[in-house]
């Protein structure tokens, strides 16, 4: 058990078939946890007693849950400090033809992508000792504007204007995206208006 609990403090947050590669039995987690040595997040999500809450909690739980997804849109627009919107839900994006996650604890809104659009600008962000895909702040910008008709135009629009103040000589990433995401000639008049 005491390997279970070194296990624990390797990861900060542990689902049951994370032991399965070091062939730990599964049931020592709940044996811990009966006995106070971990706390359940929820539903198959184990922790230290003392494991520290971060504002970004909701963003490492749903890495845990679903593993493919990356972080988009208002979250992580939130997790850039790129605007004042608080998402009630964790944007994920994941592959068109990814499984898709059911019943989970976490509110989770889901995005499809597929090819380049889904594996570019994917930044890695270790958050409560949990490995966290986050889109990055170009990237998730030139998202907005192609996503604008589910999160609101104001929202991308507000996005832009954060993103100009905040990294001044970011914008050929920013163009290299809205490129990408064929959405540089709605973004292109916006563009002008912030600048």
């Not at 070091?22 to 997040?41: I, N, S, T, W």
Request: glycine letters at 6%.
């Amino acid at each position: 058990m005491e390997q279970v609990l070194d296990v624990v403090r390797k990861h900060g947050i542990l689902r049951p078939r994370d032991l399965d590669r070091y062939h730990l039995p599964r049931q020592y987690l709940h044996r811990l946890h009966q006995r106070g040595e971990l706390v359940r997040l929820g539903r198959g999500l184990y922790a230290l007693p003392d494991h520290d809450l971060t504002e970004h909690h909701d963003l490492a739980e749903a890495s845990k849950r679903v593993p493919g997804g990356v972080v988009c849109l208002l979250s992580a627009l939130r997790f850039h400090d790129l605007t004042t919107q608080l998402p009630r839900q964790v944007w994920l994006a994941i592959e068109q033809k990814a499984w898709r996650p059911e019943g989970l604890d976490v509110p989770v809104r889901l995005v499809f992508m597929s090819g380049e659009a889904f594996e570019a600008g994917i930044e890695t962000h270790e958050i409560e000792g949990v490995a966290v895909h986050v889109y990055s702040a170009a990237k998730t910008v030139a998202d907005c504007f192609k996503f604008r008709n589910k999160i609101g135009l104001d929202v991308a629009i507000e996005a832009l204007r954060d993103y100009r103040r905040v990294y001044r000589q970011g914008l050929d990433a920013l163009w290299h995206f809205a490129q990408m995401d064929r959405v540089d000639q709605v973004m292109r008049p916006y563009l002008d208006m912030v600048a």
